[in-house]
């Protein structure tokens, strides 16, 4: 199976601040990464496909970067609405894993 | 827009089968494009693909549940089901169902979901 590690697993910010959360992969997995972002309680929100493209609605202020085995996901200046977990996935091939989660809190 | 949502009993005993429906509004469960999915969530842990069906009852599993996992469709209900043999406390999460599509330039991606439904293995 092909392992997913976020970085970090929590991460403590205000509202404006710009965030940054990492996932590595191994083995490579050229840009085959989704990031999703969930809320207590909720289903995953579909964010980024292929590592840097944004889903329909998505806000700007999302963005991802990387390929091979480090990716990124960047929030430019948070909103309160963005606290919540954040998991990437990788889209490459079956048995799909996804890393463990990044809770982002408020400070 | 498709909506997904679950449905089955919050409670099943150790050694039991677990079972669960996701029924699809606004899309059809007979579509060639998608695969129709489960994924779990145990409480407080991260999320785990436990497999889907597809093309008209083509399956893929997580190696890890293969062994006691089926999923199957009804197109008459446009709904698909979720089956678990010989389930343990360790299967006690959110159990969710969602909609997979791939295209290999994007690759595989999960969208939407439903709103999951808890399921406790407990006697």
């Known amino acids: 199976d092909i392992q997913m590690t976020q970085s970090p697993s929590s991460l403590s910010a205000s509202v404006g601040d710009r965030v940054t959360i990492t996932c590595r992969a191994g083995?490579?997995?050229?840009?085959?990464v989704n990031w999703y972002q969930q809320k207590p309680g909720k289903a995953p929100r579909f964010l980024i496909y292929?590592?840097?493209n944004l889903q329909n609605g998505v806000p700007s202020r999302f963005s991802g970067s990387g390929s091979g085995t480090e990716f990124t996901l960047t929030i430019s200046s948070l909103q309160p609405e963005d606290f919540a977990t954040y998991y990437c996935?990788?889209?490459?091939?079956?048995?799909?894993?996804f890393g463990q989660g990044t809770n982002l809190e408020i400070k | 827009q498709v909506q997904l949502q679950e449905s089955g009993p919050g409670l099943v005993k150790p050694s039991e089968t677990l079972s669960l429906t996701c029924t699809v509004a606004g899309g059809s469960v007979s579509s060639a494009n998608y695969y129709w999915s489960w994924i779990r969530q145990p409480p407080g842990k991260g999320l785990e693909w436990i497999g889907y069906?597809?093309?008209?009852?083509?399956?893929d599993y997580n190696p890890s549940l293969k062994s006691r996992v089926s999923i199957l469709v009804d197109m008459s209900k446009n709904q698909f089901s979720l089956r678990l043999t010989s389930v343990t406390a360790a299967d006690t999460a959110v159990y969710f169902c969602?909609?997979?599509?791939?295209?290999?330039?994007?690759?595989?991606?999960?969208?939407?979901w439903g709103q999951g439904t808890l399921v406790t293995v407990s006697s």
């Open positions: 083995p490579s997995i050229d840009t085959y």
């Open positions: 969602a909609r997979g599509f791939g295209e290999s330039l994007y690759g595989f991606s999960f969208d939407p």
């Open positions: 996935q990788q889209s490459y091939t079956p048995p799909y894993t």
């Open positions: 292929a590592a840097s």
């Open positions: 069906i597809y093309e008209y009852g083509r399956t």
